[in-house]
């Protein structure tokens, strides 16, 4: 099941991001979708329009337990339910790769525990388009964060994994000598808001 607010950008804009939202949020306690960040914003809200202002269409996918939220999707996002998101991430990811145009450009692939400020984006999207990467993912200290930037190459490897071979993390393990790295001084690329204690400190720079 999928709602789309705009499916005349979904048609000209040719990157796009997959924001994985459909964990069960066990160690935060409650779902993180609807935690606040940013002035007058919740975490779903806040990494939606960050990848809106950069010229991307955002696919969340959401579980059957918060599907609810797709009321809360911006204007030129799309919303995408995957009712077997307890069988792991990976189907998720597959869930919304389902709704990627085959002529896509660039596809960015992030989770809503893990918000970025738009410089990060710029820089990975700069970086990604002057080298021609196949891949592209920030790394502080030697570290590899997230998002990760994909072209639209990547497409038939992304579509074969399985969650039985790490999903996600097989590709990075398979391509990592072509993986575009792109430094940054800063430990927010590493940043997944995964318990109340980790929220409670950082909540307040979104």
């Not at 996918?61 to 797709?70: A, F, I, M, W």
């Not at 204007?75 to 919304?96: E, R």
């Not at 389902?98 to 400020?117: T, Y």
């Not at 410089?119 to 700069?126: A, F």
Request: glycine share 8%; charged share 15%; proline share 5%.
């Amino acid at each position: 099941m999928a709602t789309t607010h705009s499916i005349g950008s979904i048609l000209k804009l040719l990157h796009f991001a997959i924001v994985l939202a459909a964990g069960a949020s066990t160690r935060m306690g409650t779902c993180k979708t609807s935690l606040s960040w940013g002035e007058g914003k919740t975490l779903l809200t806040y990494q939606l329009k960050q990848w809106l202002s950069i010229g991307f269409t955002p696919v969340v996918v959401l579980g059957s337990h918060n599907s609810d939220k797709e009321k809360d999707c911006p204007f030129g996002s799309l919303a995408v339910i995957n009712p077997h998101a307890n069988m792991g991430k990976t189907t998720s990811l597959l869930t919304g790769l389902q709704h990627i145009p085959p002529n896509f450009e660039i596809l960015a692939i992030s989770a809503v525990d893990q918000p970025r400020n738009l410089d990060i984006y710029q820089k990975l999207l700069l970086a990604h388009k002057d080298n021609s990467a196949m891949i592209t993912a920030p790394t502080y200290q030697g570290k590899m964060g997230h998002p990760l930037l994909f072209s639209n190459g990547m497409r038939s490897h992304l579509q074969n994994i399985r969650e039985e071979t790490l999903g996600l993390r097989q590709i990075i393990k398979e391509f990592y000598p072509v993986i575009h790295q792109v430094k940054f001084e800063t430990p927010a690329v590493l940043l997944d808001i995964n318990t109340p204690k980790v929220y409670q400190e950082l909540h307040n720079f979104g």
